[in-house]
């Protein structure tokens, strides 16, 4: 049976609320006692072990650290997701990228987790000098990119619910990456990048948020969509790799000021109804572990991509 992955992207209350330019964010509101035991329940039932990438400013903190700890003692993997959760992380400096990734290094560790050896960039984001850094680091893969064409449209939306937040006019990229690969590769500076799956052939977002938003039009119609993405990965030899965030086991109440984020007037109780359906459907096409495990199956014999084409092709 071929392989697929899922990953969880620990993002919790303050990040969306930052991101989206609310002050609020400064309280660093969290919703990470709800969200981990929810999501830990969800995959437990399905017998799945994934990957949950963390950001060093929970790690740090006591429900951040518990959360850590709990995901580590379940088996999953822990990986880096950057120290502040910024989306604009390309535009650091090359010491600032490496101060995220070490920092939020120490958190996780400090935590009671394995020394991460897996990254993803907040937004997707990814330069060179982040590789260099994993590179450097001893960092076995990145799994950053989003090989879509609509970034422009998510930063459209953004931009017209959120007050102004910085540089909001690089957030999610260009047109230009669907020009990426949908499968994964090696940069020729060493990382294996594990492409967080996008419909073949269409280029469009099948991860958990975007199932979520079509559910609360159709919930025959996210499906439909689903069914359709995995039967392109099937077809296409596309090895998914699935994104999940809490937002996906989360109703309106447990996250109190992201009424503006796709999908929250759907109940928790549906929400979790709908990822089991959604792990259920993958496990029947695919062995689902973590990107750790993923990147390891892929073996050694992988398409080299030069970092050089980075900014061109997204």
């Not at 559910?215 to 999940?244: D, E, I, K, T």
Request: hydrophobic letters at 45%.
């Amino acid at each position: 049976m071929n392989v697929a992955s899922v990953s969880l992207d620990l993002d919790n209350l303050w990040a969306y609320l930052k991101t989206h330019g609310d002050p609020a964010w400064q309280r660093m509101p969290s919703f990470l006692p709800a969200a981990t035991p929810r999501l830990l329940e969800v995959f437990g039932e399905h017998g799945l072990t994934t990957t949950v990438f963390v950001v060093g400013a929970d790690a740090e903190r006591d429900d951040g650290a518990a959360a850590v700890a709990a995901i580590a003692a379940a088996g999953h993997e822990v990986a880096n997701h950057s120290y502040g959760h910024e989306p604009w992380l390309h535009r650091y400096s090359r010491a600032e990228v490496e101060a995220e990734v070490v920092r939020t290094e120490d958190a996780i560790t400090a935590a009671g987790a394995p020394r991460p050896v897996g990254f993803r960039g907040p937004g997707y984001s990814v330069t060179a000098d982040l590789l260099a850094v994993l590179a450097e680091r001893g960092y076995r893969y990145d799994a950053s990119t989003l090989p879509t064409w609509i970034g422009p449209l998510a930063r459209y939306y953004h931009n017209r619910t959120a007050p102004s937040t910085t540089d909001s006019d690089e957030l999610f990229g260009g047109f230009d990456r669907v020009r990426a690969p949908n499968r994964a590769y090696r940069w020729d500076t060493g990382p294996v990048e594990l492409p967080v799956t996008t419909m073949p052939l269409l280029r469009v977002p099948i991860h958990g948020s975007y199932l979520v938003r079509l559910h609360q039009v159709s919930p025959a119609l996210a499906r439909g969509y689903f069914r359709a993405a995995l039967r392109l990965c099937r077809l296409r030899g596309v090895s998914p790799s699935l994104l999940l965030h809490p937002t996906d086991v989360l109703g309106a109440a447990d996250a109190p000021g992201m009424e503006f984020f796709p999908g929250m007037a759907v109940p928790a109780t549906r929400k979790v109804e709908l990822l089991g359906w959604v792990l259920d459907a993958l496990r029947a096409h695919f062995a689902v572990v973590g990107t750790g495990e993923h990147v390891a199956r892929l073996g050694a014999d992988l398409r080299v991509r030069p970092v050089e084409r980075l900014e061109r092709a997204g």
